[in-house]
Nanobody, 128 residues
Framework: DVQLVESGGGSVQAGGSLRLSCAASGQISSDYCMGWYRQVPGKAREAVALIGDDGATKYADSVNGRFIVSRDNAKNTVYLQMDNLKPDDTALYYC???????????????????????GGQGTQVTVS
């Protein structure tokens, strides 16, 4: 199994930046694609970004051009660089992992991140 721990959340003013990290307990270099999603209480979860085992990426329209997802397989860590943050970005951010053969479809339908097998506990991002 893969254990995921998010960090890097916090409070920032609009226009600011944050970098989230997701540390995986196991080896994620070649077997998993990784995604980020977010949730605001009372609202539906929203898939945000996806990165494949080959480094290919896909973003939700709401964050495209502002967020960048990356991975460091040597450190078993995935990152979400968030720039030009807006109050609407306020949410609890989660990372998720899925074995590569089962995540290709997420590049066609980003919402499939929400069904990934492994997920973390989340890190809060607040933009004022």
């Amino acid at each position: 199994d893969v254990q995921l721990v998010e960090s890097g959340g916090g409070s920032v003013q609009a226009g600011g930046s944050l970098r989230l990290s997701c540390a995986a307990s196991g080896q994620i270099s070649s077997d998993y694609c990784m995604g980020w999603y977010r949730q605001v209480p009372g609202k539906a979860r929203e898939a945000v970004a996806l990165i494949g085992d080959d480094g290919a990426t896909k973003y939700a329209d709401s964050v495209n051009g502002r967020f960048i997802v990356s991975r460091d397989n040597a450190k078993n860590t995935v990152y979400l660089q968030m720039d030009n943050l807006k109050p609407d970005d306020t949410a609890l951010y989660y990372c998720a992992a899925e074995r590569t053969p089962h995540c290709k479809a997420a590049f066609q339908g980003l919402g499939l991140i929400l069904a990934f097998t492994y997920g973390g506990q989340g890190t809060q991002v607040t933009v004022s």
